[in-house]
T-cell receptor, first 110, second 115 residues
């Protein structure tokens, strides 16, 4: 299973873009990159996912490098409500072991 | 749709007691899984199921049993509770029709304390 590496914590000013990096250098060709976030002790919430191409939805954008070894989640205009732990995971093709890791604790500052 | 429902929300056990954490989903999802989250830590996969009658182990399966007799339900059993099993437990589900490209839906969690 591909593993991911994320910074432990990051700060971002309110209204600015938050760029959260993730390394997944051992990802295989048919594995997707997913992003989730967890606010306080709630259940994690899906944000976005992608395979090769960049993706955008109402919550965020996902930029995947051409070699697929890393990706960046972009929250274009961070608000205080975006303060959360953000998890980058890669799907394990055919075995469904979604391994979460410890994530990045993002704090949005007023 | 209620989504993924976990019961109970809180539970206190004594060491050695057994109990079952319930998880039900009404979205006709094939894939269901259980995670535990210790204080200040990420989520660790305990067991998962890709359909009725099919279960498999995750990262930390010891001390837990699961079964999947219906598509809707995926209970997690603690056979003999230990203090090390004090944690918050999350259940998750997804469609996952043979392709690992479906998002997970999570329940609100069960906070378990073992004394």
């Amino acid at each position: 299973d591909a593993k991911t590496t994320q910074p432990t914590s990051m700060d971002c000013a309110e209204g600015r873009a938050a760029n959260l990096p993730c390394n997944h250098s051992t990802i295989s060709g048919n594995e997707y990159v997913y992003w989730y976030r967890q606010i306080h002790s709630q259940g994690p919430q899906y944000i976005i996912h992608g395979l090769k191409n960049n993706e955008t939805n109402e919550m965020a954008s996902l930029i995947i490098t051409e070699d697929r070894k890393s990706s960046t989640l972009i929250l274009p205009h961070a608000t205080l409500r975006d303060t959360a732990v953000y998890y980058c995971i890669v799907s394990s093709s055919g075995t469904y072991k979604y391994i979460f890791g410890t994530g990045t604790r993002l704090k949005v500052l007023a | 749709n209620a989504g993924v429902t976990q019961t109970p929300k809180f539970q206190v056990l004594k060491t050695g007691q057994s109990m079952t954490l319930q998880c039900a989903q009404d979205m006709n999802h094939e894939y269901m899984s259980w995670y535990r989250q210790d204080p200040g830590m990420g989520l660790r996969l305990i067991h998962y199921s890709v359909g009725a009658g099919i279960t498999d182990q995750g990262e930390v399966p010891n001390g837990y049993n699961v079964s999947r007799s219906t598509t809707e339900d995926f209970p997690l059993r603690l056979l003999s509770a230990a203090p090390s099993q004090t944690s918050v437990y999350f259940c998750a589900s997804s469609y996952s029709k043979g392709q690992a490209s479906e998002k997970l839906f999570f329940g609100s969690g069960t906070q378990l304390s073992v004394l």
